[in-house]
């Protein structure tokens, strides 16, 4: 699986940015994919996660900002990022997991996916 994130850049706070992660060789079924942040110095922490069904997963801090979907004939996926923060700024990852986990809850752990992208840097100032 080949994912590769694009989207990223500088922006002012308050600012949106939409990101994309274009998926080669995916998962066709039960399988999930999300989002994750990373700061210099700090862990990847989750953002947000979608399955196969549908179920989306958002983390409470960026909750009400960030929104994540997908489009299933583009092999691509999406997060839409609205009010940017000066403490949005990191490296965003792109992440695909080949098994849809239990419970929603589970979409935010990072032990839920196998592949990843390189990362997109994004720069609120």
């Known amino acids: 699986v080949q994912l590769v994130e694009s989207g990223g850049g500088s922006v002012q706070a308050g600012g949106s940015l939409r990101l994309s992660c274009v998926v080669s060789g995916g998962y066709t079924s039960n399988y999930c994919m999300g989002w994750f942040r990373q700061v210099p110095g700090n862990e990847r922490e989750p953002l947000a996660s979608i399955d196969s069904d549908g179920r989306t997963s958002v983390a409470d801090s960026v909750k009400g900002r960030f929104t994540i979907s997908q489009d299933g004939a583009k092999n691509t996926l999406y997060l839409i990022m609205n009010n940017l923060k000066a403490e949005d700024t990191g490296i965003y990852y792109c992440?695909?997991?080949?098994?849809?986990?239990?419970?929603?809850?589970?979409?935010?752990?990072?032990?839920?996916?196998?592949?990843w992208g390189q990362g997109t840097q994004v720069t609120v100032s």
């Open positions: 992440a695909a997991g080949r098994f849809t986990p239990p419970h929603a809850r589970q979409l935010l752990l990072e032990t839920e996916y196998d592949d």
